[in-house]
Nanobody, 117 residues
Framework: QVHLVESGGGLVQAGGSLRLSCAAS????????MGWYRQAPGKQRELVTK???????FYADSVKGRFTISTDNAKNTEFLQMNNLKPEDTAVYYC???????????WGQGTQVTVSS
């Protein structure tokens, strides 16, 4: 089992930045993929970004060039650096982790990000 805990959400003005963190605990040694999803009010949860242990990384078109995913394997933590935030980035952001094809197998509890115009 893997337990994920996010932090770092909040309220920011458009054009500002936030950094989300996700601390993983439990059987983290077997995880291959980590990433972030988000869900805006009235919308489906969508994949924002993910990174595989091989080094491959995916970004949704809507965040390319603005968001960056990174991991600190020594501390079992992943980060989402969000720059030039837009009101349409407002959502609950969820940390996710998994073993590859089954990604995501685990979810964090979510952290609210609100971008004001």
């Amino acid at each position: 089992q893997v337990h994920l805990v996010e932090s770092g959400g909040g309220l920011v003005q458009a054009g500002g930045s936030l950094r989300l963190s996700c601390a993983a605990s439990g059987s983290v040694f077997s995880l291959l993929t980590m990433g972030w999803y988000r869900q805006a009010p009235g919308k489906q949860r969508e994949l924002v970004t993910k990174t595989h242990d091989s080094g491959s990384t995916f970004y949704a078109d809507s965040v390319k060039g603005r968001f960056t995913i990174s991991t600190d394997n020594a501390k079992n933590t992943e980060f989402l650096q969000m720059n030039n935030l837009k009101p349409e980035d407002t959502a609950v952001y969820y940390c996710a982790a998994g073993y590859g094809l089954g990604f995501p197998n685990y979810w964090g509890q979510g952290t609210q990000v609100t971008v004001s115009s």
